[in-house]
């Protein structure tokens, strides 16, 4: 099975800050990677898929990028509304799909 | 607008049976391949099953041979079949919907898909104790 290990598995960061999320797979998996983020008590939401195509109506500081086992999801310019859990997923084995376990982005 | 709305959780003693459904609206269950994710107390997520809209089936070896994910296209309904419940299923159980793309490799011309879940329910809460 493809294991997905993202870092750091929290981070604390103040508006406006850049922040930068990274995603590993255990094997190449082309460009087959999502990311999604969840609130607490909420469901997970598309951000990003097929590594950096931006979801509909997703604001355009998210951002992602790479390719075969390194992945980043980027947040420009840190709002509110971003403090959140953050997953990867990767799809390249589909439909047996693996999430990474989790960044959690608090408030500095 | 499209929606999907979970209901039939709830608690259940280890061993037994329970049965998710899972309400699609403005949009076809059916012509489309929908999936099951869960999400234990304080951890992160897991994919559970997948039904294609040819019909075909799967699941993480977690839940092979005590889950089992089906439809009713008359009612644009998801369900989840749960037997032999552990208390390591216990998880708030999301459904959502799988979008499909594709591209073509630039450079080998090799057409590949790529998969997403667009759009998801708010979760129904499984609770396996005794």
């Known amino acids: 099975a493809i294991q997905m290990t993202q870092s750091p598995s929290s981070l604390s960061a103040s508006v406006g800050d850049r922040v930068t999320i990274t995603c590993r797979a255990s094997q190449g998996i082309r460009n087959d990677l999502g990311w999604y983020q969840q609130k607490p008590g909420k469901a997970p939401k598309l951000l990003i898929y097929a590594a950096s195509s931006l979801q509909s109506g997703v604001p355009s500081r998210f951002s992602g990028s790479g390719s075969g086992t390194d992945f980043t999801l980027t947040i420009s310019s840190l709002q509110p509304e971003d403090f959140a859990t953050y997953y990867c997923l990767q799809d390249y084995n589909y439909p047996l799909r693996t999430f990474g376990q989790g960044t959690k982005v608090e408030i500095k | 607008e499209v929606q999907l709305v979970e209901s039939g959780g709830g608690l259940v003693q280890p061993g037994g049976s329970l049965r998710l459904s899972c309400a699609a609206s403005?949009?076809?269950?059916?012509?489309?391949?929908m999936s099951w994710v869960r999400q234990a107390p304080g951890k992160g997520l897991e994919w559970v099953s997948v039904i294609y809209s040819g019909g075909s089936t799967y699941y993480a070896d977690s839940v092979k041979g005590r889950f089992t994910i089906s439809r009713d296209n008359s009612k644009n309904t998801l369900y989840l079949q749960m037997n032999s419940l552990r208390a390591e299923d216990t998880a708030v159980y999301y459904c959502?919907?799988?979008?499909?793309?594709?591209?073509?490799?630039?450079?080998?011309?090799?057409?590949?898909?790529?998969?997403?879940?667009?759009?998801w329910g708010k979760g129904t809460t499984v609770t396996v104790s005794s």
């Open positions: 403005g949009f076809t269950v059916s012509s489309n391949y």
């Open positions: 959502a919907r799988d979008s499909v793309g594709s591209y073509r490799h630039v450079v080998t011309a090799i057409l590949y898909y790529y998969y997403y879940m667009d759009v």
